[in-house]
């Protein structure tokens, strides 16, 4: 079904004052992984600790909040006491530019119509005939479309979540999230990385799984795997 433009420009207008509507949507990596037993994590208490050298970064500091609020929502329990925990949760991320090649549509111009108009009338003299002149106009827009290779720009950040055992001293369960996209917002993609691996977290994916999060214009996140 074809919509004439005036009703596009109609219903893009109507979407952007309903909330709801989709405005970013982003493609999530996860690959979890346990020690093998399928009780890990149940029943343990886990203390947030920072990789070295993130114990003081701001990033890290939202980061970490925002897990304190995502393992509950998982059935897992945090404490804020080191004394008090059972298990150690590991965190720390790393981001840094990558290359990407695409192909981009490109427009061509070029001389889309030309308009001429008579100006007038003159005699030729020597055979006496009558003529007329006029004026070409040309008019320049796209006459076409050509594909292109371009090299974009793009943010990769990998979050690592490693929880080990303080009564085992054993490793229990690693969550490793990856994001590669347009956005270079660290501190936004950290909280839809935690948003999106939360049901992932001591557990064991079958290797990668990726994840289509949308976010509405709201800030409302919805959640799908990629089939």
């Known amino acids: 079904m074809t919509f004439p433009r005036p009703c596009l ?4 207008a109507a979407c952007l ?3 709801g509507c989709v405005a970013n949507q982003y493609a999530i990596k996860i690959n979890a992984v346990t020690n093998g037993d399928i009780q890990t994590g149940i029943g343990d208490v886990y203390y947030i600790m920072a ?10 500091l939202e980061l970490k909040r925002n897990l304190e609020s995502a393992l509950p929502e998982a ?3 945090v404490t804020r006491s080191l004394p008090h ?9 790393k981001s840094r530019t990558v290359a990407r090649q695409t192909t981009v549509s490109e427009p061509v111009y070029g001389v889309t119509r030309v308009e001429t108009r008579g100006t007038g009338e003159y005699i030729n003299t020597l055979t006496g005939k009558t003529g007329r ?6 008019t320049y827009g796209v006459t076409g479309y050509k594909n292109t290779q371009k090299e974009v720009a793009q943010n990769k950040i990998v979050l690592l979540l ?3 055992s303080l009564k085992t001293k054993k490793k229990m369960w690693e969550t490793i999230v990856t994001y590669t996209g347009d956005s270079f917002d660290n501190r936004k993609m950290l909280g839809v990385m935690v948003t999106g691996a939360k049901e992932y977290l001591a557990q064991t994916t079958p290797g990668d ?7 509405s214009d709201d800030g409302i996140l919805s959640i799908k795997e990629k089939q």
Do not use: H, I, N, R
């Open 51 to 60: 990789v070295k050298g993130q114990e003081d970064d701001l990033v890290f």
């Open 162 to 164: 490693a929880a080990d």
């Open 17 to 19: 004052l309903l909330p």
């Open 9 to 12: 420009y109609a219903l893009l």
């Open 85 to 93: 925990a059972t298990a150690v949760l590991f965190a720390g991320y």
């Open 75 to 77: 059935g897992l329990k």
């Open 209 to 215: 799984t990726w994840l289509e999060v949308s976010e």
């Open 133 to 138: 002149t006029s004026v070409s106009t040309p």
